[in-house]
């Protein structure tokens, strides 16, 4: 039979492990980082609908803005977008015309940007996802 301190000392040990191992997983979550998703010539649905240039960026900008982006034209069939979220700033690049656009990675801050290029915060990834998204829902609406 287990005395009472043997009791005492088995838990307080399952209690010091429990919380290791917690730890742990919140930090590993904390910090995932996952190949940079670039897009690549994503083709304007146009369902027999043809768009200029200039309607193309219209829709980019404007689901943009959605999101909390800041999209600026910078050249003909070129933009730079820049996403300010809390102590994170995603800036990207996004080239267009009537027919496709791609979002590619420009710069980072706070976003654990390997400087070999091949990874960043999962959260950015997310965050190109969701512009994603919402720019094909807007030139659907076009």
């Not at 996952?34 to 309607?55: A, D, L, M, R």
Request: with cysteine; hydrophobic share 40%.
């Amino acid at each position: 039979m287990m005395k009472q301190s043997e009791i005492l000392l088995a838990g307080k040990k399952t209690l010091k492990l429990s919380s290791m191992l917690i730890l742990l997983i919140v930090f590993m979550i904390g910090c995932r980082t996952q190949p940079i998703y670039n897009i690549e010539k994503t083709h304007v649905f146009t369902e027999n609908k043809e768009f200029t240039k200039h309607q193309v960026y219209l829709a980019i900008k404007k689901a943009g803005a959605s999101l909390g982006w800041i999209i600026l034209k910078t050249n003909d069939g070129k933009a730079i977008g820049k996403l300010y979220l809390r102590d994170h700033i995603a800036v990207v690049t996004i080239n267009y015309s009537k027919e496709y656009y791609d979002i590619t990675y420009k710069d980072s801050t706070n976003l654990k940007y390997n400087s070999d290029g091949k990874s960043i915060h999962s959260n950015y990834n997310s965050w190109i996802r969701n512009l994603r998204h919402k720019i094909d829902v807007q030139l659907s609406l076009l």
